[in-house]
């Protein structure tokens, strides 16, 4: 690395690392962000990171101070309000804005400065809002207002964003089509007073990094027509909003100079520390147009509780923070502050800007071997001349040789297992995901339909990326972080030369001709997430599951069913099934009392339940206070046992009129995720361990490990044959029973969680390992999932069992 560094210092060393400052980048990270040693932060769009120093100076601050509700009167109270005045300049001051000409609101994050904009603002049928399309959500929502008010909405496109001229604005913009709601009551007509119209943009695209030229504010407030046409701008006043909550990171808008109406803030970007704080900062002529309905403590003189009368304080700030602002917040601001002061504003943007350009460079260097493009990059990015028009964000999707994609939750996945942490989606900007993925309303419609939502984990439909993966960096970002980023995309995602993969293929598949293979081991998990057992032989139920296997579920107080990915303790809980006593025997080492359950119901004394599991409506029993409460304390959290109603009795009660009803469930998988059975070969886990206990694998972890077969939670488990020979297997006999392969099974962190001495453990492997050589179109596959498959359809029948020892035959 250190040749690698040396060139990336020859080009961006003047501008790296804060050369003029009073520490080195090196310093700073090796003092202020010791957590960071294991780990490379690159979501700083989403959330900067707090130094340990400017904590420090926080809770050196609130423990040898007191501070006081500022609406009091009494010394303390006194000093906080000073306090929270003092804030409000520093802000002021950020933006280079007079107190003369604008005033800060302090909000509860950029979200509620925007929000407020959109609630006050003085819409009328003749009013227009019009934005970028590439804005934040928050921003959008601001439409939903004007159009509730007769507003038109109009959306456009700031084309050709150059370098300005010498005397002459060169930005284009493109109108789409106008929007519109017919409200009850409101008629459009020529208007009879002053008519106010809105024009919001962000200083930075959170999506591409594409900054704005703020030459624009005083073209719309001053000659708007010259570019949106005399038909938006005839006899209307412009206003201006800015969404800084990314740029004012490292570039926020200089108010001497733009004379924005409304900014809105976030403290967290800033310098991460603290949260559940924003502000607006207000031009005041802009402010005296805002309409506030509702009062609160702190917003009125004086008010009259029996008749309609109050009086409202005069001062803006007053005005608009309703109730008591969080002033323990507020008073933390200044130490974040210090610290970008201490640094500037202006080395931070270079020092920032120079990762980025960097990390953009060598990804759109990458090559596969047959010479196609790895990276397809979203904004403006082509030379150092540009690069003052880019915030320090880059936004990509990945390429395989054949020209598919690359799932970005893939990345993702493989990114978190490498230590590095990043965002991918759309960052709540639909606009601008829509624009550079080349998204149409059918896509984004048709994709809505089919069930894709914000943060699921859908990255590819019908062919096309629905979003991208974002990297992004902060005042304390290193060389080191881009290049481990950058390795980490040239190791995990170039494949070599004169080799096309096509992503269906897994190294080490092998054929399995001739080969004898034999039911090593069955075990059973009755609750699903829960430890299993192990059984010699056990039965099958009608359906061809094997009996009471995940026939029970943990659900909390909210409704959410609790799987061991959330609550890893249900790992710790262990199970176990005596036919004979007709016994559930469930065991914790957080409970002192082994819990007895019965396997079969009074129907008449439970209560059924309706819930939702993968898609799928499920009626349940519920059990006693008592067992709820042995399993809430055993994971720790407030938890009820509930019970599938069709494994074991295959009907569902109605207990209408008194009357108890039976009806077939049909139902085939119980409360398992996708498969009725998950087998794992001995030979395939034999190979994986082979691969942890290597060289390179010794080298990265530090030492040797091995994994346990039942650390992937196998039903099944059989012996004989090559490693993943069972990545070839359809069909499967083992005794007499017939089984259908459904595809390989989707690993996730789950099988990286490790049981030692009565606590769970986390790590990057096994997961880690199997990406290197299991990946499969984004999924990570280990095992095959089965399902039974009955002769003409009909139900079990006679000798329902598996048996240890049994024969299996593939296809």
Known sequence: MATAKEEFLNEFGEHYGYPNGSKTIDQIRATEFNRLQDLVYLDHAGATLYSELQMDSVFKDLTSNVYGNPHSQSDSSSATFEIVRDARQQVLDYCNASPEDYKCIFTSGATAALKIVGEAFPWSCNSTFM??????????????????????????????????????????ISLHQAQRRKVAGLQEGEPTGDVYNLFAFPSECNFSGLRFDLDLVKIIKEDSSRILGTSVCKNRRWLVLIDA???????????????????????????????????????????????????????????????????????????????????????????????????????????????????RKTLLALRHGNGSHVCILYGRHNSMEMCHEMGPIV????????????????????????????????????????????????????????????????????????????????????????????????????????HVHNGNQLKGVNGSVNTCYYLKSITIYPIKSCGGFSATSWPLSNHGSLKHDREWILKSLSGEVLTLKRVPEMGLISSFIDLSQGMLFVESPHCKERLKIRLELDFYDSTVQDIELHGQRYKVYSYSNETNAW??????????????????????????????????????????????????????????????????????????????????????????????????????????????????????HVINLSLNAGRVQKSKEPLATLASYRRVKGRILFGILLKYESANGEQQQGDSWLHVGQEVHPD
């Not at 886990?685 to 040797?704: E, M, P």
């Open 131 to 172: 934005y970028t399309m590439e804005n934040h959500n928050s921003v959008l929502g601001i439409r939903e207002y004007a159009l509730g008010q007769g507003a038109a909405a109009i959306a456009v496109d700031i084309e050709d964003v150059n370098p300005r001229l010498e005397e002459e604005f060169s930005t284009k």
């Open 395 to 498: 936004s990509f999707n990945l390429k395989r040789p054949d020209g598919s994609w690359y799932g970005y939750r893939e990345v993702e996945k493989l990114a978190s297992l490498s230590g590095i942490q990043l965002r991918t989606g759309c960052f709540c900007n639909p606009g601008a995901c829509a624009k550079y993925l080349g998204l149409s309303h059918t896509d984004l419609i048709s994709n809505t339909e089919a069930g894709h939502v914000c943060w699921d984990d859908n990255d590819i439909i019908n062919g096309k990326p629905i979003g991208a993966v974002r990297v992004s960096f902060g005042y304390m970002s290193t060389y080191e972080d881009a290049k481990k980023f950058v390795d980490f995309v040239t190791s995990s995602f170039i494949s070599p030369q004169n």
């Open 631 to 748: 399993f809430s304390e055993a994971v720790g959290r407030p938890c009820t046992l509930l019970r599938y109603s069709g494994s074991n009795h295959e009907f569902v009660l109605d207990k209408t009129k008194d009357v108890v009803s039976c009806k077939d469930t049909n139902s085939t998988v119980s409360f398992a995720n996708e498969g009725q059975f998950l087998l794992v070969s001995e030979e395939s886990v034999s190979d994986l361990n082979k691969r942890l206990c290597s060289d390179v694998q010794k080298v990265v972890c530090g030492t040797a490990m091995k994994v346990n077969v039942n650390r992937f939670r196998p039903n099944l488990v059989v012996s004989g044959g090559r490693p993943y020979d069972e990545d070839g297997w359809r069909d499967i006999r083992i005794g007499n029973k017939y089984f259908k392969s459904i595809g390989g099974c989707n690993r996730c």
């Open 245 to 359: 909550a990314k740029g004012s990171a490292t570039t926020p808008p200089d108010l001497s100079k733009y004379p924005v109406d409304f900014v809105a803030l976030s403290f967290y970007k800033l310098f991460g520390y603290p949260t559940g704080l924003g502000a607006l900062i207000v031009r005041n002529d802009a402010a005296k147009l805002l309409k506030k309905s509702y009062f609160s403590g702190g917003t009125v003189a004086a008010s009259i509780a029996d008749i309609d009368f109050i009086k409202r304080r005069e001062g803006i700030e007053e005005l608009f923070e309703d109730g008591t602002v969080s002033f323990l917040s507020i008073a933390s601001i200044r130490h974040g502050f210090k610290i970008l002061n201490s640094l500037t504003v202006s080395a931070i943007s270079r020092h920032t800007t120079s990762l980025a350009l960097y990390t």
